[in-house]
């Protein structure tokens, strides 16, 4: 596939997948919300902030015996 083709088909479904992910998000707490619990929200959301963008590509092992 040509690179152009490649980036212009990602950034489509990149937009997509965006747009659907707005709906999602922590569940409404009721008014008596502990502290506990949104703390762990925000947890997740930090969590989320740090993960990298894109995942460097895992090498593959090496195998003791295969020339």
Known sequence: ???????LLH?????ELRRRA????P????SGAGLRT???WAL????LRILPRH???RRAP???GTA
């Open 44 to 47: 997740v959301g930090l969590g």
């Open 55 to 57: 995942p460097r590509p």
């Open 27 to 30: 569940p409404p707490t009721p």
């Open 11 to 15: 950034r489509l479904r990149s937009a």
């Open 1 to 7: 596939m040509h690179s152009d083709t490649h980036l």
């Open 38 to 40: 949104r703390l762990g």
């Open 62 to 64: 090496f195998l003791a």
């Open 22 to 25: 707005t709906g999602f998000g």
